[in-house]
């Protein structure tokens, strides 16, 4: 082969293969209106509370041939919180707690993607609430297999769940009841339900 021809099949390769592994990689994008965070902390050691964020926003970078090389970004509105009782919510956005004034959302950035079994996958990343960023892992189950729905869109869900404490985020609210205990739990469980559309 001619030093052109040579050089011409080389740079032909490297473009057929760059363009292969963009290919492999698809975006996906949360789908607002059909995703939400939800939470559970213990109230004094007796009972669990429930609420929910309603604005769950992010893009999911997802490489099935390899999927170490996908990524994850999500933010949570920490304003839009709701656990069915005004009171509460207003005392849950205040400084004692989220202080929405100045932290209005909540940021997670993946590190890692794994597989952790069939239909699962183990994600591990920073997770940033009141500007205070720690490294969470969250067991996932999907993503489900694409479904057109009737509008033409491709659509995916997952489900994502782990557990914080919230005094690791300066969250260190701590009035406790006459037996010692806390009012509220340290430890709140969370869960993520996605709905994501594929962009492109």
């Known amino acids: 082969m001619k030093p052109l021809k040579h050089a011409l099949f080389i740079i032909a390769t490297v473009l057929a293969l760059t363009f292969t592994a963009a290919a492999q990689t698809t975006t996906w994008q949360i789908d607002t209106q059909h995703s939400s965070a939800q939470f559970a902390a213990r109230h004094l050691l007796i009972s669990t509370v429930r609420g929910e964020f309603h604005n769950v926003t992010g893009t999911v970078y997802l490489d099935e041939t390899d999927i170490s090389k996908s990524r994850v970004e999500a933010t949570i509105d920490t304003t839009t919180i709701d656990t069915r009782e005004p009171k509460r919510d207003a005392h849950l956005k205040s400084a004692d707690f989220l202080d929405v004034a100045n932290f209005p959302t909540m940021t997670f950035k ?24 720690k ?55 969370i869960t993520i339900d996605l709905e994501l559309i594929k962009k492109g």
């Open 135 to 189: 490294p969470v892992v969250l067991e996932v189950e999907g993503p489900t297999p694409e479904i057109k729905d009737p509008w033409g869109n491709q659509r995916r869900g997952a489900t994502a769940r782990t557990k914080i404490n919230r005094f690791d985020y300066g969250v260190r609210w701590d009035k406790k009841f006459d037996t010692g205990g806390l009012v509220v739990g340290e430890t709140i469980e």
């Open 110 to 133: 993946s590190t890692q993607v794994e597989k952790a079994g069939d239909g699962k996958l183990r994600v591990t990343g920073e997770l940033t609430i009141r500007g205070v960023s």
